[in-house]
């Protein structure tokens, strides 16, 4: 399978506790990006990289919440002091920028996060 | 604010009829708009985009129509099938941005 793959599926914990998700992108894909999505809701912007660098980040990304992608492959989302308000499905995509043509986003089947 | 928005959360069609999903956005920035379906508990599937160029593009049974003065895109699903049963969602992008903007979905039924 080459797809985009996250890693947990779902994640239960409780309330103060962190947490980290992984996505792996599709292979030769440069961008990355993150989303948070609740019921009922569209998949909302969080933040992206263009290889190792994050270009962007949401004001939904508050000073609890870091993204990496050390090398420009893989990339972590960690979330300290988790709160009630952060369970949602947290989505990662993945596409492959040329610099001339538009290119969709391809997304992973996400990781579902409850806070008890 | 709601700059992409699906007035509909659900329409149900019969096997074989056409379907038509709508979307309508509010930001004369947004140059490219792409549709995907979801299905439970996995991820949107990209299904069919177009800039902002054209008016129309089709890839088998799906086809997007892209009205800019109106602000207003439509999928069009030909012939609906059962396995096309699943919430779909439409997204814009603005020029010289990378994220997408994403409607809150229309949930298909197609009855067989």
């Known amino acids: 399978d080459t797809g985009v793959s996250q890693d947990p599926r779902h994640k239960i914990t409780k309330r103060g506790q962190n947490v980290t998700f992984r996505c792996d992108p599709i292979s030769e894909h440069n961008r990355l990006y993150w989303y948070r999505q609740t019921l009922g809701q569209g998949p909302e912007f969080l933040t992206y990289f263009q290889n190792e660098a994050q270009l962007e980040k949401s004001r939904l990304l508050s000073d609890r919440f870091s993204a990496e992608r050390p090398k420009g492959s893989f990339s972590t989302l960690e979330i300290q002091r988790t709160e009630q308000g952060d369970s949602a499905m947290y989505l990662c995509?993945?596409?492959?920028?040329?610099?001339?043509?538009?290119?969709?986003?391809?997304f992973g089947d996400g990781t579902r996060l409850s806070i008890l | 604010d709601q700059q992409v928005k699906q007035n509909s959360p659900s329409l149900s069609v019969q096997e074989g009829r056409i379907s038509i999903l709508n979307c309508d956005y509010t930001?004369?920035?947004?140059?490219?708009f792409l549709w995907y379906k979801k299905y439970p508990a996995e991820g949107p599937t990209f299904l069919i985009s177009?800039?902002?160029?054209?008016d129309k593009n089709e890839d088998g049974r799906f086809t997007v129509f892209l009205n800019k003065s109106a602000k207003h895109l439509s999928l069009h699903i030909v012939p609906s099938q059962p396995g096309d049963s699943a919430v779909y969602f439409c997204a814009a992008s603005a020029i010289g941005t990378y994220k997408y903007i994403f409607g809150t979905g229309t949930r298909l039924k197609v009855l067989a």
């Open positions: 177009i800039s902002s160029i054209k």
């Open positions: 995509a993945s596409s492959h920028w040329t610099g001339n043509s538009n290119q969709p986003q391809h």
């Open positions: 930001n004369s920035m947004f140059d490219y």
